[in-house]
């Protein structure tokens, strides 16, 4: 089928930054979108940032104007640039993408999830 392998959570101090990456391999018959997720103890999951195949980008109103998400078709790889970090941001992060597999209806895939912490 499909998989999604995330990279770059971790800790970061208040201000700081982090870059997390997610490669999609496998059955791949075509993307719609890619993205990412975050769920923070207690609370829903919600969207971070997604980016359409044709570069068209949704971002959460809580991040907007420091994150950044961006793509790489040939590479079927999302990244999201996570500037001026705040505590509020520490969340189990999840890579997402809409899209289907080789003889499969279109579907939701789902990364593993990365941790990422804001704390001084």
């Known amino acids: 089928q499909v998989q999604l392998v995330e990279s770059g959570g971790g800790l970061v101090q208040p201000g700081g930054s982090l870059r997390l990456s997610c490669a999609a391999s496998?059955?791949?018959?075509?993307?719609?979108?890619m993205g990412w997720y975050r769920q923070a103890p207690g609370k829903d999951r919600e969207l971070v940032a997604s980016v359409t195949t044709t570069g068209s980008t949704n971002y959460a109103d809580s991040v907007k104007g420091r994150f950044t998400i961006s793509r790489d078709n040939a590479k079927n790889t999302v990244y999201l640039q996570m500037n001026s970090m705040q505590p509020e941001d520490t969340a189990v992060y999840y890579c997402n993408l809409n899209g289907r597999a080789w003889f499969a209806a279109p579907s939701n895939y789902w990364g593993q999830g990365t941790q990422v912490t804001v704390s001084s």
């Open positions: 496998g059955r791949l018959a075509g993307i719609n979108s």
